[in-house]
């Protein structure tokens, strides 16, 4: 048997203790000191113990450890890199906002002075009868050759033999003649004199008798051709000439001493104190204000809403891009837009359908059907030129997607929401897009407005669908390689990093 007894703790081996030999036969034993702990062994056992690898532990430490004060000498040149890309990113959001929103700024600017292109028809039906001159006609006609009055209108004059023969070609009488250029949209307004004005204010002046002088000067409009534009600018310019033409108050005089009139009973003076006035007539007049929504904000929701096509479907394609062949989900990809559309278009009529819109003024029952079919090859057109736009941007720099999307609304909207008239000639582009097309029809669906350019404004949104439909593939196959390049290049960056 030993003599000595030895401790078993293994985690300690310092703390053996050792037993003297003895005279006896029975062993001795030392009072059991406890060695110094190490704290880094206790460290260790913890976590071990925990089931934490300490390589973790030390890793988090010393991330902690690392970090630097953001003034701190070592972070310099990671200053200056972030430095550098908010310049970057401010420059990108200035040359957007500069070059995006001067497009509508632009619109604005100096509108006033644009009223001088609005074409106003002027019938001057007035004529010498009895050597009674045709007062009422020439003052409006000195009145219109005002540098005043040209400022506010085009003024195209036409005495009565000249706009007779215009009249003739087309088997109307004058008045009807008048309507008509309007409604076809040659003029914006009229100031129609009719005939005989001077000469039956003469004889009731003359005769002692009352006379209406409200049927003597029309001017006709049509709201429904601009529905917002027409009262600001083209009937405040009439009125305007209106106004001119009162200022003078000189027409009853003139009358009375051209005739050697005594106004000596009360009917004459009756006459003779009338107020003249302008009558003004719309031919095709707002009736629901709800069409203010469909006609003006609702287009620009049209271009926004056709965008969330691509925002909610673009999972749905990726993984149907993962499972078919690539020709299949070529044509995939263009019959799922084309659906989305005619859908999301539907949505949208309903909308006006559920505020009481009319829909049967120019086409009858047909109406709604019209106006869905329009709004599918409108949201065809502007929808897949977005998505083919975030396929083309987003390879590149997606935040660009944010300012595609202003740009295409403000190049659509600025030459729809006013008349061309009023714009500058640079805005003559919106003749060829989409929105401005739609619109056009859309003010015939409603308000029943002049019918002859719907073949035009059809034909140029079929353009752009067939079009965009067409560079769907190729731009579908760029986007496919560049995201995979991306996903190459990330992958071999994660593989450096470990």
């Excluded at 007894?5 to 062993?27: C, G, I, L, R």
């Excluded at 690539?326 to 309903?350: E, Q, T």
């Excluded at 009481?356 to 929808?383: C, E, H, N, P």
């Excluded at 997607?401 to 714009?423: E, Q």
């Amino acid at each position: 048997m030993s003599n000595n007894y030895t401790s078993s703790d293994n985690t300690n081996p310092e703390s053996k203790a050792e037993v003297a030999p003895n005279s006896s036969s029975e062993p001795t034993v030392e009072p059991y000191v406890p060695s110094e702990i190490n704290i880094n062994d206790y460290e260790q056992f913890q976590n071990e113990e925990m089931g934490e690898p300490v390589s973790r532990q030390q890793s988090i430490l010393q991330r902690v450890q690392s970090k630097y004060s953001f003034f701190n000498e070592n972070v310099k040149s990671e200053r200056m890199k972030l430095l550098k890309t908010f310049l970057t990113i401010y420059l990108i959001i200035a040359v957007g906002c500069l070059g995006v929103f001067s497009i509508y700024w632009g619109s604005m600017y100096r509108k006033d002075t644009r009223n001088r292109n609005l074409k106003m028809l002027v019938v001057l039906e007035d004529q010498e009868i009895n050597n009674i001159p045709p007062i009422f006609s020439q003052q409006m006609r000195q009145i219109l050759e005002t540098p005043e009055a040209k400022t506010l209108g085009g003024w195209d004059i036409f005495n009565m033999t000249e706009f007779q023969e215009i009249a003739d070609k087309h088997n109307n009488t004058i008045d009807e003649e008048v309507i008509r250029q309007v409604h076809h949209q040659h003029y914006w307004s009229t100031i129609y004199i009719k005939q005989n004005s001077t000469y039956n204010i003469y004889q009731a002046l003359k005769n002692g008798e009352e006379y209406n002088t409200t049927d003597l000067i029309y001017s006709y409009f049509e709201t429904g051709r601009h529905l917002t534009n027409i009262g600001p600018y083209v009937v405040a310019s009439v009125a305007a000439i209106q106004t001119m033409w009162l200022d003078t108050n000189s027409v009853m005089q003139s009358i009375i001493e051209v005739g050697n009139i005594t106004l000596d009973n009360p009917g004459s003076i009756n006459t003779a104190t009338q107020a003249l006035s302008f009558t003004f007539v719309d031919m095709k007049p707002l009736t629901n204000d709800v069409l203010v929504a469909a006609l003006q904000i609702g287009l620009l929701y049209l271009v926004i809403v056709s965008f969330f096509n691509f925002n909610f479907f673009a999972d749905v394609h990726q993984s149907v891009a993962q499972i078919i062949k690539k020709p299949h989900f070529m044509g995939y990809r263009i019959i799922a837009s084309i659906v989305s559309y005619f859908v999301i278009s539907l949505m949208f009529g309903l909308v006006c359908l559920a505020f009481q819109i009319d829909f049967a003024k120019a086409f009858g029952k047909s109406g709604f059907l019209v106006y869905w079919m329009v709004t599918f090859l409108t949201m065809w057109a502007v929808g897949l030129a977005s998505e083919l736009a975030a396929m083309l941007l987003i390879p590149l720099y997606p935040p660009l997607m944010g300012f595609w999307l202003i740009f295409w609304v403000i190049i659509n909207i600025t030459p729809t929401f006013t008349p061309m008239a009023l714009l500058p000639q640079f805005f003559r582009y919106g003749y060829a897009m989409p929105l401005h097309n739609a619109f056009e029809i859309y003010c015939v669906i409603f308000f029943d407005t002049y019918k002859g350019q719907i073949g035009r404004n059809i034909g140029i949104i079929i353009a752009w669908c067939v079009f965009l439909t067409a560079m769907t593939p190729l731009v579908l196959m760029y986007f496919g390689k560049m995201m995979g390049k991306k996903a190459a290049k990330a992958a071999q960056q994660a593989a450096k990093e470990k």
